[in-house]
Protein backbone atom coordinates (compact mmCIF):
# COMPACT_ATOMS: atom_id res chain seq x y z
CA UNK A 1 0.00 0.00 0.00
CA UNK A 2 1.46 3.47 -0.93
CA UNK A 3 1.83 5.72 1.91
CA UNK A 4 0.97 9.61 1.41
CA UNK A 5 2.53 12.94 2.73
CA UNK A 6 0.85 15.93 1.99
CA UNK A 7 2.95 19.71 2.45
CA UNK A 8 2.26 23.14 0.90
CA UNK A 9 -0.77 23.78 3.24
CA UNK A 10 -0.59 27.70 5.12
CA UNK A 11 -2.33 30.87 5.71
CA UNK A 12 -2.63 32.86 2.68
CA UNK A 13 -4.40 36.18 1.50
CA UNK A 14 -7.25 35.87 -0.42
CA UNK A 15 -6.50 36.54 -4.02
CA UNK A 16 -3.10 34.02 -3.39
CA UNK A 17 -1.90 31.21 -4.32
CA UNK A 18 -0.34 27.68 -2.74
CA UNK A 19 0.96 24.81 -4.39
CA UNK A 20 0.25 21.59 -2.49
CA UNK A 21 2.06 18.76 -2.95
CA UNK A 22 1.29 14.63 -2.37
CA UNK A 23 4.48 12.89 -2.06
CA UNK A 24 4.14 8.82 -2.10
CA UNK A 25 6.15 6.30 -0.05
CA UNK A 26 6.41 2.90 -0.27
CA UNK A 27 5.20 2.13 -3.61
CA UNK A 28 5.09 4.92 -6.87
CA UNK A 29 1.90 6.47 -8.30
CA UNK A 30 1.84 3.96 -11.42
CA UNK A 31 -1.44 2.90 -11.96
CA UNK A 32 -3.18 4.82 -9.26
CA UNK A 33 -5.63 8.00 -9.84
CA UNK A 34 -4.27 10.23 -6.61
CA UNK A 35 -7.52 12.96 -5.66
CA UNK A 36 -7.32 16.03 -3.35
CA UNK A 37 -10.01 16.75 -0.71
CA UNK A 38 -10.62 18.83 1.29
CA UNK A 39 -12.85 19.14 4.70
CA UNK A 40 -13.80 22.52 6.18
CA UNK A 41 -15.36 22.78 9.85
CA UNK A 42 -19.51 22.05 10.02
CA UNK A 43 -18.99 20.99 6.27
CA UNK A 44 -18.53 17.11 4.71
CA UNK A 45 -16.10 16.52 2.99
CA UNK A 46 -15.38 17.24 -0.30
CA UNK A 47 -13.62 16.58 -4.03
CA UNK A 48 -11.39 18.95 -5.25
CA UNK A 49 -9.58 17.32 -8.03
CA UNK A 50 -8.09 14.25 -9.49
CA UNK A 51 -5.51 12.82 -11.52
CA UNK A 52 -5.05 9.25 -13.44
CA UNK A 53 -1.77 7.89 -13.60
CA UNK A 54 -2.56 6.18 -16.98
CA UNK A 55 -3.26 8.68 -19.02
CA UNK A 56 -3.18 12.56 -17.24
CA UNK A 57 -7.06 12.56 -17.15
CA UNK A 58 -8.14 14.87 -14.72
CA UNK A 59 -11.42 16.31 -13.41
CA UNK A 60 -12.13 19.14 -11.35
CA UNK A 61 -14.94 20.03 -8.54
CA UNK A 62 -16.92 23.01 -10.47
CA UNK A 63 -15.64 25.04 -7.09
CA UNK A 64 -12.02 24.28 -8.70
CA UNK A 65 -12.34 25.00 -11.90
CA UNK A 66 -10.61 27.67 -13.86
CA UNK A 67 -8.50 28.42 -10.10
CA UNK A 68 -6.94 24.95 -9.30
CA UNK A 69 -4.58 22.69 -11.36
CA UNK A 70 -4.11 19.06 -10.52
CA UNK A 71 -0.98 17.71 -11.85
CA UNK A 72 1.92 15.32 -11.34
CA UNK A 73 6.12 14.58 -11.43
CA UNK A 74 7.45 12.64 -14.13
CA UNK A 75 8.98 10.30 -11.31
CA UNK A 76 5.56 8.97 -10.41
CA UNK A 77 5.93 10.19 -6.83
CA UNK A 78 4.75 13.30 -6.11
CA UNK A 79 1.15 15.12 -7.19
CA UNK A 80 0.47 19.00 -6.67
CA UNK A 81 -2.60 20.91 -6.43
CA UNK A 82 -1.95 24.23 -7.43
CA UNK A 83 -4.36 26.68 -6.25
CA UNK A 84 -4.74 30.06 -7.18
CA UNK A 85 -7.70 33.20 -6.67
CA UNK A 86 -7.60 31.93 -3.67
CA UNK A 87 -10.93 32.56 -1.17
CA UNK A 88 -11.79 32.19 2.38
CA UNK A 89 -14.68 29.73 1.13
CA UNK A 90 -10.92 27.63 0.58
CA UNK A 91 -10.01 27.31 3.97
CA UNK A 92 -9.68 23.47 4.96
CA UNK A 93 -7.48 20.53 5.90
CA UNK A 94 -6.69 19.24 2.27
CA UNK A 95 -6.06 15.84 2.01
CA UNK A 96 -4.24 13.42 -0.60
CA UNK A 97 -5.62 10.23 -1.53
CA UNK A 98 -5.13 6.97 -3.75
CA UNK A 99 -7.12 5.13 -5.87
CA UNK A 100 -5.34 1.61 -6.51
CA UNK A 101 -7.49 1.10 -9.27
CA UNK A 102 -6.56 3.92 -11.20
CA UNK A 103 -10.34 5.29 -11.91
CA UNK A 104 -10.61 7.55 -8.97
CA UNK A 105 -13.84 5.92 -7.77
CA UNK A 106 -12.06 3.59 -4.72
CA UNK A 107 -9.80 5.93 -2.56
CA UNK A 108 -8.29 2.76 -0.10
CA UNK A 109 -5.22 5.66 1.01
CA UNK A 110 -5.41 8.85 2.49
CA UNK A 111 -2.76 10.91 3.89
CA UNK A 112 -2.38 13.02 6.95
CA UNK A 113 -3.65 16.49 5.63
CA UNK A 114 -2.52 19.64 5.27
CA UNK A 115 -4.41 22.47 6.71
CA UNK A 116 -5.26 26.09 4.43
CA UNK A 117 -6.29 29.52 5.62
CA UNK A 118 -7.08 31.88 3.20
CA UNK A 119 -7.75 35.34 5.37
CA UNK A 120 -10.11 37.98 3.92
Known amino acids: QVQLVESGGGLVQAGGSLRLSCAASGRTFRHYAVGWFRHAPGKEREFVARIRWRDSNTRYADSAKGRFTISRDNGMNTVYLQMTSLKPDDTAVYYC?????????????WGQGTQVTVSS
Open 97 to 109: AADPLGIGTTYTA
